[in-house]
C-alpha cells in the first residue's frame, strides 16, 4: 500500500468563523469554542479573518477584538495566519500596523477586489505592504469573489521578496499548477480545493486550507490521516462527507449553514452578518435533518 514519506505530513489549516453577538459585537466565548474545537481533532492551523471569517463585513473595532482574542486563544496551538486584505492600500496597510504589535506566524492578503489594477500596481501594492510586515506574508488568490486570478508573472515577480512566502491558491486547480511549476520550493503553495483534498494528498501537495475544515475539522482530520498511511479507502470515504456537506451548505446558503451548523454542534454565535439573513424555520429544520448534516452534529460533539 502506497502511502505518504514518513516526513511528509499533510498540513492542514482550518479557515474560521467569526462569531457576533447581536449588533455585530465579537462573542468572545463563542470564538473561544470554535478554535478549541480546531485544536481538539487535530487541526494543524488556523486563518482568523479570512473569507470565512467575514473580515470585510466587521466593524473595525469588531476585526480589531477578533485579532486580539482569536490569536490570544490561538497561541502555542497551532499556526496561526490573520487575514489583513481590505480593498484599498491605506485600508490594508492599518490593518497590517494593527497586527504588527500581535505575533502571528504569517498575515494573508487578499486581492484588492473593487478596482482591478494592472500588473505593475499590484507588484507595488504587494511589496509595499510586505515591506511593512513585521509577519511574513501570504498572497491570496481568490477569483471567485474578486472576478480574476492573480496573473503568473506578478506571482513570479513578487515570490522574490524576501517577506513574501507564498500564496493560499483559490484559484482552479491548472492555474495552481502552473504556479507550483514556476515558482522555487521555498515559496509556499497553500491549496484550497476542499473537493480534492485526498486526491492533492495523494499527488503530495501537502499543505491546505478552506474554510470547510472549521466546520468539519474531524473529518478533514480523518482524510490526512488516512492519507499518511495508504489508506486512501478511507480518505476517499471521508472526501465524499467533506463534498456532501459543502453541497449541503452550497443548497442552503454557506454562511446561515454554516452558523446553523456551528449552533447545532453547541458552538454558539451568529457567522453570518447583517445583510445575511438566518434561515428560515422550515429551511433550519430541512438542514438539520439532512443525512449528511445529522452525522455531522452526532459524531463531532
Known amino acids: 500500500m502506497w502511502c505518504l514519506e514518513m516526513n511528509k505530513k499533510p498540513f492542514l489549516i482550518s479557515a474560521v468563523g467569526t462569531p457576533l453577538k447581536d449588533g455585530g459585537a465579537l462573542h468572545r466565548e463563542a470564538l473561544s469554542a470554535h478554535l478549541s474545537d480546531q485544536w481538539k481533532h487535530g487541526i494543524d492551523g488556523v486563518l482568523i479573518a479570512g473569507s470565512m471569517g467575514t473580515a470585510q463585513l466587521l466593524a473595525d473595532d469588531a476585526y480589531r477584538d477578533l485579532i486580539q482574542h482569536g490569536t490570544e486563544c490561538a497561541r502555542g496551538c497551532g499556526e496561526v495566519f490573520v487575514g489583513v486584505g ?36 499590484l507588484i ?11 509577519a511574513p506574508i501570504y498572497l491570496y488568490d ?13 506571482i513570479l515577480d513578487l515570490a522574490s521578496h524576501p517577506n513574501i512566502h507564498g500564496i493560499k491558491c483559490s484559484c482552479p ?13 521555498s515559496f509556499r503553495i497553500i491549496h484550497a480545493q476542499p473537493l480534492l483534498l485526498d486526491r492533492l494528498l495523494r499527488s503530495e501537495s ?26 486512501w479507502k478511507k480518505a476517499s ?65
Open 142 to 154: 481568490l477569483p471567485a469573489l474578486v472576478g480574476w486570478s492573480v496573473p503568473i508573472e506578478v
Open 206 to 231: 501537502l499543505d491546505h486550507l478552506d474554510g470547510i475544515f472549521s466546520l468539519a475539522p474531524a473529518w478533514t482530520k480523518s482524510i490526512g490521516d488516512a492519507a499518511q498511511v495508504g489508506d
Open 237 to 301: 470515504d471521508y472526501q465524499n462527507k467533506i463534498i456532501q456537506l459543502i453541497q449541503l451548505l452550497a443548497r442552503f446558503g454557506v454562511y446561515p449553514s454554516y452558523s446553523a451548523l456551528l449552533n447545532a454542534r453547541d458552538i454558539p454565535g451568529n457567522y453570518a452578518p447583517r445583510p445575511i439573513h438566518a434561515l428560515a424555520e422550515v429551511q433550519l429544520y430541512e438542514l438539520l435533518n439532512d443525512p449528511i448534516a445529522r452525522e455531522l452534529i452526532h459524531c463531532s460533539g
Open 124 to 134: 507595488d501594492y504587494y511589496s509595499t505592504l510586505a515591506d511593512i510586515s513585521d
Open 86 to 121: 481590505d480593498t484599498s492600500y491605506d485600508r490594508t496597510r492599518c490593518r497590517i500596523e494593527y497586527v504588527n504589535s500581535i505575533k502571528v506566524d504569517a498575515v494573508v492578503i487578499l486581492t484588492p477586489y473593487l478596482i482591478r489594477y494592472q500588473n505593475t500596481e
Open 173 to 185: 486547480l491548472g492555474h495552481a499548477r502552473m504556479i507550483e511549476d514556476q515558482v522555487g520550493q
